[in-house]
């Protein structure tokens, strides 16, 4: 059966789901476009004449420039677990059912939640025109789940200076520290993932589907434990003091102004 949705649409070309976000101005995760996230993802793995799925933007500079503050600000902890829980444990479990392979078409600034949602896919491939970034620390948050996915792929103390420093950083640097898969031009980038999306899908589905389960197993098993850690460290962080001030001051367009560091 058809669906629509608010913030984003779903087709399938041969062979190949592109689900396409679109919520402008930057993607934002509200609770709304997480929970079509999560429904679309549960289409294509039931979708048979899907076997392989690109997740996408319409928006030419934005891929997904993270959360929705409106979830943080001044919400009770409870409210934000619920959200986190969703992010984190839902989309990573949703995109291990998926049962296909899964690429993330990363067009242009990616921060914060948009990281979690292109590292959830089975491989970033990027215009030279994107950029990644992890700025949590800026509002006083957290960049929790990535304490567990970032070591492991660029090494710890390359991490340590990613996420705690909080700056961007290009396309072609994310190539070079192994986070994405292939930089191509900005006008190739939805022909080059198509093709990639294509070789995917002429294989034999039943082999992939099997093929890409042991891969997970073999390389996310431990990752999915930490998750529900990420969640805890992410809910304690975001209703603090640093936090909710860093929040109010991105919203005002200020600098913010710490609060004095607690006693140890």
């Known amino acids: 059966?058809?669906?629509?949705?608010?913030?984003?649409?779903?087709?399938?070309?041969?062979?190949v789901a592109e689900i396409t976000?679109?919520?402008p101005p930057v993607n934002a995760f509200s609770l709304v476009l997480l929970d079509e996230i999560l429904d679309v993802l549960a289409r294509a793995r039931h979708d048979s004449s899907a076997r392989a799925v690109i997740l996408r933007s319409a928006l030419p500079k934005i891929f997904c420039a993270g959360l929705d503050l409106d979830i943080l600000l001044g919400q009770p902890m409870?409210?934000?677990?619920?959200?986190?829980?969703?992010?984190?444990?839902?989309?990573?479990?949703?995109?291990?059912?998926?049962?296909?392979?899964?690429?993330?078409?990363?067009?242009?600034?990616?921060?914060?939640?948009?990281?979690?949602?292109?590292?959830?896919?089975?491989?970033?491939?990027?215009?030279?025109?994107?950029?990644?970034?992890?700025?949590?620390l800026d509002s006083g948050?957290?960049?929790?789940?990535?304490?567990?996915?970032?070591?492991r792929i660029v090494g710890r103390y390359r991490a340590f200076e990613?996420?705690?420093?909080?700056?961007s950083f290009g396309a072609e640097e994310a190539r070079r520290l192994g986070l994405v898969a292939e930089v191509t031009a900005p006008d190739a980038l939805w022909d080059r993932c198509r093709e990639i999306a294509g070789g995917f899908a002429s294989r034999a589905p039943n082999s992939m589907r099997q093929a890409r389960a042991a891969f997970h197993r073999a390389n996310d098993l431990?990752?999915?434990?930490g998750v529900a850690v990420a969640v805890e460290d992410f809910c304690n962080t975001a209703v603090t003091?640093?936090?909710?001030?860093?929040l109010r001051a991105f919203v005002e367009k200020r600098q913010p102004v710490w609060p004095e560091p607690e006693e140890r």
């Open 78 to 136: 409870g409210e934000i677990r619920k959200f986190l829980e969703k992010l984190y444990i839902g989309l990573w479990d949703a995109q291990y059912a998926l049962g296909k392979p899964s690429i993330a078409a990363v067009n242009g600034a990616a921060r914060g939640g948009g990281m979690t949602l292109g590292i959830s896919c089975d491989m970033l491939v990027a215009s030279e025109k994107a950029s990644f970034g992890y700025p949590e």
């Open 21 to 23: 976000l679109n919520r």
């Open 222 to 225: 431990d990752y999915r434990r």
């Open 1 to 15: 059966m058809d669906r629509s949705y608010e913030f984003l649409t779903y087709d399938v070309s041969e062979r």
């Open 162 to 167: 990613l996420l705690f420093s909080g700056r």
């Open 241 to 246: 003091a640093d936090a909710q001030e860093g």
């Open 141 to 151: 948050l957290l960049p929790a789940i990535h304490f567990t996915h970032l070591p």
